[in-house]
């Protein structure tokens, strides 16, 4: 009964066996007992191990088996005062951490994010992926993430994780207007950009970012039916209808986004007045015509407008005005 009660008193193996819970760090039940001079530390592969004493972060050990005494503990010596002899037995926490790479990690913008797109102005983008990652330096990421918790999941790290990549993600895409078909079209530089910008972010919490994925750029409905009918006129192969296809659908694109209709004007070039584009748009001429060119049906145009007002393109102020220029053209 004695034997039994004092060899529960010091621990002569150290070593952490990982089960199905996905742990990143884990710390050795201490139960008030004490380390034996000689114990045996064991670190498996992907792991790593750390003392911590008093508070203080001592000495790290890799994958290896140790033995236990002043030349293996350097730095628990030296803050124990050991001079020369081990004193035994001895107080430590020992920390073990999971080194295993964490795959199939996701990610994605719960809401979407502004970016500055060259042909549209300001648009709001979607995005999801996959990353993976693993703990590179044990004593930043127990200084900043695990602290003394007994045990730390790898779901518990997930949220601030992915904080971190939607605010890269909306950096990257903010320093700069970037075209969505670019970015559509080359996921892959995309990826690589963005896993370049992010090392830094996981670094400081002592974690390496191994692999990083953008799956899918995605736009909001409205533009994506604009860009779904934009291929279909290109399919006809008829310039002159992809033209005015192209004058019509800027319109209340650019009125949804930033700027309203300041920027048709701007993107219809100077001298081409509103009332004038309108026109050119939904009659089929051209928006400079020549002198002996046909004018525009009047009445065309106005159904044109007033589908256009119904839609919310154009106020009901700007159809009522132009409907009187129409008007006195007919009488």
Do not use: C
Not at 122 to 147: E, M, N, T, V
Not at 155 to 165: K, N, P, S, T, Y
Not at 189 to 201: H, N
């Amino acid at each position: 009964m004695f034997n039994q009660f004092f060899s529960k008193q010091f621990i002569d193996v150290i070593e952490w066996v990982e089960g199905e819970q996905r742990l990143l760090a884990h710390r050795f039940p201490m139960q008030d007992r004490e380390i034996q001079n000689g114990a045996q530390l064991t670190v498996r592969d992907s792991q790593m191990a750390l003392f911590v004493n008093e508070g203080e972060i001592a000495d790290v050990f890799s994958a290896g088996r140790y033995s236990l005494n002043t030349q293996t503990l350097p730095i628990l010596t030296n803050l124990q005062n050991w001079d020369k002899q081990f004193q035994s037995p001895f107080k430590s926490d020992v920390y073990f951490f999971s080194t295993r790479e964490q795959i199939d990690q996701r990610w994605g913008t719960q809401a979407p994010v502004t970016v500055r797109d060259k042909m549209f102005g300001a648009i709001q983008l979607r995005a999801h992926g996959s990353y993976s990652f693993q703990i590179q330096d044990p004593r930043a990421f127990y200084l900043k993430i695990s602290g003394t918790r007994a045990d730390y999941a790898v779901d518990e790290l997930e949220g601030q994780l992915r904080a971190m990549i939607l605010t890269a993600l909306a950096s990257t895409l903010g320093s700069s207007e970037v075209d969505f078909v670019d970015i559509a079209a080359n996921q892959v530089e995309f990826s690589k950009k963005l896993e370049a910008d992010l090392q830094g972010y996981f670094a400081e919490y002592g974690l390496q970012l191994k692999t990083f994925f953008v799956q899918s750029v995605t736009l909001p409905p409205e533009l994506q039916t604009y860009f779904d009918k934009a291929i279909s006129m290109k399919m006809v192969g008829n310039v002159r209808q992809y033209a005015q296809f192209q004058a019509a659908e800027s319109m209340p694109i650019a009125a949804a986004n930033e700027g309203g209709m300041a920027g048709v004007g701007a993107g219809l070039g100077a001298g081409v007045g509103l009332g004038q584009a309108f026109a050119a748009a939904f009659s089929g001429a051209d928006p400079t015509p020549s002198a002996d060119a046909p004018a525009p049906d009047p009445f065309e145009a106005l159904n044109k407008l007033h589908d256009l007002m119904t839609k919310g393109v154009i106020t009901a102020e700007e159809f009522a005005s132009k409907k009187a220029e129409l008007l006195k053209k007919i009488n």
